[in-house]
């Protein structure tokens, strides 16, 4: 694997890469991440992987500064999954004078579920993609569906801004118990950590009970947000939207995703389940 700090070493590096697919991850990685290079290992000649820790997306009082950063276990994990080429850049190689041009994702989508919690997050997460997406110009660019707002938004993106790009996304990896892998379950006590899964058997129960017909949406919603509460979490949403665009649901909607956001201690903790 060859490792770049720099755009125009990356670029020289792809001139000849046949079919690219690209990962862009914030490092600090686990098996979600890991999943996801080997589904670009079998769909490109060539696999990208990208570390940057982008803190146009990081609110002033988030963890940006403490964000874990693992960078030589991330080398060894992405050699050892086949990832060819790894760009980590720094932040003047990313940004060499203040970002002027942001991409702006409309109202609708970005400002709802954890964009109404995160004011400004989707703006910085779209804008570094874009900039990736540009930087490596792959064919293919690779996204967990556990962070499923994002997915939604970069999609959205590449389609009305006519990237000649295939966005494709991974199944959220789980751990034994059901809680979706994530950089930040580190932050969680061990009390905490067996709480967890509870975000994740919520959502499950409020999926079967709409497969089975129940589509009392808010009274789901509120039944789950309840238990957290009950169990000392603090949600910030528990929400049935439809899977393209996250918006309201009808009763007569297909096609829906069940999300979920809430703190547990000090910890954010996101998740959803398509249904």
Known sequence: MRIHSTIACLRAALDDGGRVALVPTMGNLHEGHIALMRQAREAADTVVATIFVNR??????????????????????????????LFAPDEKEMYPQPQGYHVEPPIEQAGILDGEFRPGHFRGVATVVM???QIAQPDLALFGKKDYQQLMIIRNMVRELNLPIEIGAGETVRATDGLALSSRNG????????????LF?????????????NRHFAQ???????????????????AVRKRIDLQLPTAHDSGLVVLAAARLGSTRLIDNLEV
């Open 187 to 198: 932050y969680l006590s061990e009390a905490e950590r067996a709480e967890a899964p509870r």
């Open 220 to 238: 789901l919603e509120r039944e789950a947000s309840d238990e957290l509460v009950r169990h000392g979490w603090v949600p910030d949403y528990v």
């Open 131 to 133: 900039k990736l997406l």
């Open 56 to 85: 146009l997306q990081f609110r002033p009082g988030e963890d940006f500064e403490s964000y874990p950063r693992t960078f030589s276990a991330d080398c060894e994990k992405l050699e050892a999954a086949g990832v060819d080429h």
């Open 201 to 213: 058997r919520l959502l499950t129960q409020a999926a079967e009970a709409i497969r089975a017909g």
